[in-house]
Each structure stands twice: as C-alpha cells, then as structure tokens.
C-alpha cells in the first residue's frame, strides 16, 4: 500500500512538472490576458495589408500581450475619426490628413511611417486627352468621400496650378474604384500607384494612363499609422509593443512577399497572383536611404516639416506647431531595417 501511494505522488509530482515545463498554468491561476487592440486598415484588404495577418499567423501580436481585431477600412478621413471618437486605437492614414483634421480639432498624431514616398496617383483612359495633371481640370473624378486622395487634393490642385473646385467629384463605393473608371463612369479615378497591377487587370495597359502626384511636386509623407492623444497618454506601452509587431512583420514581409500573400489568402479570398503584384510595388516606396540608414517606419523630422508645410501652404493654415502632429517616441529601438 505504501509503495502504491509514493508510485502515485511520484507520478503526481512528474505531472506537475511537465505542465510547468509546458507552460500551462497551475491550478488556480488565470492565463495571462491579452490587451484587447482595435486597428483600422486605411483601406479595403490589400497586398500591403499582409504584414498584419504575418504577424497573426506567428502570433507575434500574441507575444506582446496583445489581442488584435484587424478590422478594413474606409479612406484615411475616416481612420481620423475612428481614431478621434475611440472607435479604434491606432489606424492607418495618409500622413497630411490627420495634420489637417488636427487643426479642425481632432486629437490625433502620426506615430509610424509605413510608406517612405508618396503613392497618390491619378488614372485615366489615355482617349481622355489628359496628358498632364493640369489637364484635370474640368473632368468627373471618382473618388469615396472619406478617399485621402479627395481630402488631399487641394493642396495638389494648388501645387499644379489648377482651382480645386474646377473637377467635379462623383462619390463611389471604396471597392468601385477599378469598375468605375473601366466603365467610364468617370473620367479619371483617384487611387494609389500600388493599385496599378488591379487597373490592368480592367482595363488594357497599354490604354490606361497614371500619373503619380509626387512626380509634379507632392513631397510629403504618405500612409502612416496614428493614435489619439488620449492613447498616447493612458496606453504608451500598447503603442510601443504594436509598433515592434507591425514593423517585424514588415520586414519579415519584404523579405519575404510570396509566403506574405499566401498568408493573407488564409484569412481572406484573393487572388494570390494579384495580391504579390500589388505587394510588390508597395515595396518600391520601401526602398530610400532613409529606411536603410535608419529603419522601417523613421520619421525624419525634415520630411515631416515638409509635409507639414505643404498642409500649411496648399491646404490647410495650421495654427499648431509641426512638433504637435507626431510622436516617434513609440518606435522599436532598434529599429527594424529593409536591406535592398
């Protein structure tokens, strides 16, 4: 009986240990809780949102003690007020709309640099007659009300010379962007040069003509990732722990684009073949000497001047100094870094 009861207690004792081992929590304990995190893409799912499913499917997010819902977007207006109201805690944005939205009494600041150039972009049918951006003027332009595109067009106008009020905007769907131009329900469709690979797809290459803002004067950041100032002072750590997550999972997508796209298959119907074509010019905004020097997502804070000012100058009179609309005290150290 004796050696009955020390078989059972050894036995008792091995067991414990193994679910020590494994990391599986002792009797009366809770499991470590997750911070629940609401992220806002900019847009509807695409090849350079692949990052943030790498990053799920790792469980890198997890690692941090974070619980991600990833959650599509509508144009960067929108990622602002979702920021703004608490509706989401961080967001993806073009880097001038929250400037913009800060000076109309948001309470929100860019946090990250996701693109280091600029991708806005202008399509068109090349029997439109439009050669140069100038040409715009007077023409339907397709564009969702909350588009940054719409947002930032002014400024644009303004830099090209062009009243900004001389296009006539016709509201679509964010997903009608492709169908609209194909079917001509407008002249021209406002959308990123990363979309490129879905316009050829409608409509044949060698009618479809583009021209990309930054070519004619448009130097300023572009998609970023932003937080409220509300976030930025309760949650600091969060902000912290998601941007190293963000940034390992884009370094790991850039090296690695193919293996990125099938991941995001597994969470959403895409055409894979698609998907890495439009990841793949994604990554030319990746490839400066800024993100090599420095790392993934650098603010330079000459560059966020720059894009300040053009706010400043073509679209918006800021009141608040070019300080107030950033925070990059929340970047991983070190940073992660993209070696082309």
């Known amino acids: 009986m004796r050696k009955k009861v020390l078989m059972i207690g050894m036995v008792l004792v091995l067991a414990a240990s193994m679910m020590w081992a494994a990391g599986v929590p002792e009797s009366g304990t809770e499991p470590k809780k997750l911070e629940k995190v609401d992220f806002l893409l900019n847009w509807t799912i695409a090849g350079d ?58 309470n929100v600041k860019i946090i990250g640099i996701i693109f280091d150039k600029h991708p806005n972009c202008s399509y068109f049918w090349k029997d439109s007659g439009i050669k140069v951006p100038q040409d715009l003027a007077g023409k339907t332009v397709a564009v969702p009300a909350t588009d940054g595109h719409k947002v930032m067009w002014p400024a644009f106008a303004k830099q090209i010379g062009v009243d900004p009020n001389s296009v006539k905007f016709v509201n679509i769907d964010p997903a009608a962007k492709v169908s609209a131009l194909a079917s001509r329900k407008a002249d021209v469709v406002f959308e990123l040069f990363t979309g490129k690979p879905f316009m050829e797809k409608a409509i044949p290459a060698d009618q479809l003509g583009y021209f990309v803002w930054a070519d004619y004067g448009f130097n300023a950041y572009a998609h970023s990732y932003i937080a409220s100032d509300k976030t930025i002072k309760e949650r600091p750590e969060l902000l912290k722990k998601f941007l190293k997550v963000a940034y390992r999972a884009w370094e790991y997508t850039l090296n690695n684009p193919e293996e990125a796209i099938e991941i995001l298959s597994e969470y959403h119907p895409i055409n894979k073949v698609d998907y890495l074509g439009n990841l793949k010019v ?47 005290s929340f970047l991983p150290s070190p940073m992660y870094k993209y070696n082309f």
């Open 282 to 328: 994604c990554m030319e905004f990746f490839k400066t000497d800024r993100y090599k020097n420095y790392g993934i997502g650098y603010i330079d804070p000459q560059r966020i001047r720059e894009t300040y000012s053009l706010v400043d100058q073509y679209q918006q009179k800021l009141s608040f100094p070019v300080e107030d609309c950033f925070d990059a």
């Open 49 to 106: 949102h692949s990052p943030y499913y790498v990053a799920q499917k790792f469980g890198w997010f997890a690692e941090e003690g974070l619980d991600v819902n990833i959650i599509v977007g509508q144009g960067s207006g929108y990622s602002v007020q979702a920021v703004d109201s608490g509706k989401a805690d961080i967001a993806i944005s073009d880097a001038p709309v929250p400037i913009t939205s800060r000076e109309k009494g948001a």
